[in-house]
C-alpha cells in the first residue's frame, strides 16, 4: 500500500514520503498516545484490555497503568500531569506526581457522563473533552444504560464543568486553534469535522469545517493540528490532512482503522499512530506542537 493518497501537491510540504514503519504490534485496539517532551516517552491506551503502556525513546516498552478501566483519550496538561479518559468509570482523571488519581469529572447536573472519549488542555489550563456514549457498550466499554440522553461536548475551567453543546451525535476527537479561540470537534457519527467558536461564556456558533470521504474504512475520530496550523484527522483510510483554510490535502494511508496520533521524538516530526493492533510511526516535515 502506498503511504501516500495524495489530492493536493502541497501534502509534500507538510508530510514525508516515506514508509509507514511498525513500531510494535500485538493489541487490541490502541488509543489516546501522548508524548512527554522531557522524559522523552509516548503513552498510549489499549481500550478493551484495560491497559495503559509507556514507550520510551529507546524502544522499551512497559505498563503504566494496569487496570486502566478502559482508558481511551490522555493529554498532557502545562505542569506535565496526565490527564485520562477512562470509559468504564465514565471519568476524566488526572494523575498527580505520587501516581495517584484525582478525579476532575464525572458528573454533570447530578448525572453519569457517558464517558468522556479524548481530552485536550488550552494554554491557561481550562480542559475541553468529549463525551460520547461508545464506553457504555462492548468491546470498548462497560454495557450499561445512560444517564444522560444526549453527548456533550464540555468544558472544564474557571467557571466549573460547562456543557458546550449537545449539537452532537458521536463527539469523539478533538483539538484548539493556535490562537485558542476556535475548538474543532469529530462527530464520528456524521462523519465531519466541527469547528466551534469559544467565548467565556461558551460557544458563539459552529459550521461543518470538512466532511471525510474516500476509500477505506475509518471514521473522523482523532483530531491534531501542527505547528503551522495544518489540521489532521483519522477518517477513511488513514489519517487525512487538511490546510489551516480546510483543503484537503491527502491522506497517509494506514492499513488498519485508524483512531487516534500524535507528533513525538525530540525534533516532534515523528507521528506515532495508533492503528487498532499496532503502532506505526510516520516521519513529517512540519512538526507538530508540544504539550508543555
Given at each position: 500500500?502506498?503511504?501516500?493518497?495524495?489530492?493536493?501537491?502541497?501534502?509534500?510540504?507538510?508530510?514525508?514520503?516515506?514508509?509507514?514503519?511498525?513500531?510494535?504490534?500485538?493489541?487490541?485496539?490502541?488509543?489516546?498516545?501522548?508524548?512527554?517532551?522531557?522524559?522523552?516517552?509516548?503513552?498510549?491506551?489499549?481500550?478493551?484490555?484495560?491497559?495503559?503502556?509507556?514507550?520510551?525513546?529507546?524502544?522499551?516498552?512497559?505498563?503504566?497503568?494496569?487496570?486502566?478501566?478502559?482508558?481511551?483519550?490522555?493529554?498532557?496538561?502545562?505542569?506535565?500531569?496526565?490527564?485520562?479518559?477512562?470509559?468504564?468509570?465514565?471519568?476524566?482523571?488526572?494523575?498527580?506526581?505520587?501516581?495517584?488519581?484525582?478525579?476532575?469529572?464525572?458528573?454533570?447536573?447530578?448525572?453519569?457522563?457517558?464517558?468522556?472519549?479524548?481530552?485536550?488542555?488550552?494554554?491557561?489550563?481550562?480542559?475541553?473533552?468529549?463525551?460520547?456514549?461508545?464506553?457504555?457498550?462492548?468491546?470498548?466499554?462497560?454495557?450499561?444504560?445512560?444517564?444522560?440522553?444526549?453527548?456533550?461536548?464540555?468544558?472544564?475551567?474557571?467557571?466549573?464543568?460547562?456543557?458546550?453543546?449537545?449539537?452532537?451525535?458521536?463527539?469523539?476527537?478533538?483539538?484548539?486553534?493556535?490562537?485558542?479561540?476556535?475548538?474543532?470537534?469529530?462527530?464520528?457519527?456524521?462523519?465531519?469535522?466541527?469547528?466551534?467558536?469559544?467565548?467565556?461564556?461558551?460557544?458563539?456558533?459552529?459550521?461543518?469545517?470538512?466532511?471525510?470521504?474516500?476509500?477505506?474504512?475509518?471514521?473522523?475520530?482523532?483530531?491534531?493540528?501542527?505547528?503551522?496550523?495544518?489540521?489532521?484527522?483519522?477518517?477513511?483510510?488513514?489519517?487525512?490532512?487538511?490546510?489551516?483554510?480546510?483543503?484537503a490535502l491527502?491522506v497517509i494511508?494506514v492499513p488498519?482503522?485508524?483512531?487516534?496520533?500524535?507528533?513525538?521524538?525530540?525534533?516532534?516530526?515523528?507521528?506515532?499512530?495508533?492503528?487498532?493492533?499496532?503502532?506505526?510511526?510516520?516521519?513529517?516535515?512540519?512538526?507538530?506542537?508540544?504539550?508543555?
Amino acid at each position: 500500500m502506498p503511504a501516500l493518497e495524495v489530492r493536493d501537491p502541497r501534502l509534500h510540504e507538510v508530510v514525508a514520503d516515506d514508509p509507514l514503519r511498525r513500531v510494535v504490534t500485538g493489541f487490541r485496539f490502541l488509543e489516546g498516545p501522548v508524548w512527554h517532551p522531557v522524559e522523552r516517552s509516548l503513552v498510549f491506551s489499549d481500550i478493551p484490555a484495560a491497559r495503559m503502556w509507556r514507550l520510551s525513546a529507546g524502544g522499551a516498552l512497559s505498563v503504566l497503568r494496569d487496570p486502566s478501566h478502559m482508558a481511551n483519550g490522555n493529554a498532557y496538561d502545562r505542569q506535565g500531569r496526565l490527564l485520562t479518559c477512562e470509559h468504564a468509570t465514565s471519568r476524566v482523571v488526572r494523575q498527580e506526581a505520587d501516581g495517584s488519581l484525582v478525579t476532575l469529572a464525572d458528573r454533570f447536573q447530578g448525572r453519569e457522563l457517558n464517558s468522556p472519549n479524548d481530552v485536550v488542555v488550552a494554554g491557561d489550563g481550562t480542559i475541553y473533552f468529549t463525551d460520547p456514549a461508545y464506553g457504555r457498550a462492548a468491546p470498548y466499554g462497560v454495557p450499561r444504560s445512560r444517564e444522560l440522553p444526549f453527548c456533550g461536548v464540555y468544558r472544564l475551567g474557571a467557571h466549573g464543568l460547562e456543557l458546550l453543546t449537545d449539537d452532537v451525535e458521536g463527539p469523539n476527537g478533538l483539538c484548539l486553534s493556535h490562537d485558542e479561540r476556535h475548538l474543532f470537534v469529530a462527530d464520528t457519527e456524521r462523519m465531519h469535522i466541527r469547528r466551534f467558536a469559544l467565548t467565556e461564556s461558551g460557544v458563539a456558533g459552529s459550521a461543518v469545517w470538512a466532511r471525510l470521504s474516500g476509500p477505506g474504512t475509518g471514521e473522523p475520530d482523532g483530531l491534531k493540528i501542527d505547528s503551522a496550523g495544518n489540521l489532521f484527522s483519522c477518517g477513511p483510510g488513514g489519517i487525512h490532512v487538511f490546510d489551516p483554510a480546510g483543503s484537503a490535502l491527502g491522506v497517509i494511508r494506514v492499513p488498519e482503522v485508524t483512531a487516534n496520533f500524535t507528533w513525538g521524538d525530540d525534533d516532534m516530526r515523528t507521528l506515532y499512530i495508533c492503528a487498532s493492533t499496532t503502532l506505526h510511526r510516520f516521519r513529517t516535515r512540519v512538526p507538530g506542537i508540544r504539550a508543555f
